[in-house]
């Protein structure tokens, strides 16, 4: 199984990005997906989830309203949309996929791990 984090970069607060995560797996469609950053000095933090079939999605509070996430099965890919960035939102992101539901807030759920990409907001 990979997973391929893509689509950071630098930008500036107010603006928008798209990170992309694409799947080789053969059950990505069975496979719940969640994305979480990481911020120098911090721990790791639930950003987002979404369910196999699409139908339910999960948000941390500080994104809710600014990101949103969605996935396109035939595609093997899930996407985090990032709008109205603040400094804040300065980390590495990363995609995980998991097998079951359950506590897609927690990290402890997930089975596979992207590489990450640096999404940097500047004032």
């Known amino acids: 199984v990979q997973l391929q984090a893509s689509g950071g970069g630098l930008v500036q607060a107010g603006d928008s990005l798209r990170l992309s995560c694409a799947a080789s797996?053969?059950?990505?469609?069975?496979?719940?997906v969640g994305w979480f950053r990481q911020a120098p000095g911090k721990e790791r933090a639930f950003v987002a989830a979404?369910?196999?079939?699409?139908?339910?999605?999960y948000y941390a509070d500080s994104v809710k309203g600014r990101f949103t996430i969605s996935r396109d099965n035939a595609k093997n890919t899930v996407y985090l949309q990032m709008n109205s960035l603040k400094p804040e939102d300065t980390a590495v992101y990363y995609c995980?996929?998991?097998?079951?539901?359950?506590?897609?807030?927690?990290?402890?759920?997930?089975?596979?791990w992207g590489q990450g990409t640096q999404v940097t907001v500047s004032s």
């Open positions: 979404i369910t196999r079939g699409g139908d339910s999605t």
């Open positions: 797996m053969r059950t990505f469609s069975s496979s719940a």
């Open positions: 995980a996929v998991r097998s079951y539901s359950g506590n897609y807030y927690s990290d402890s759920g997930y089975d596979y």
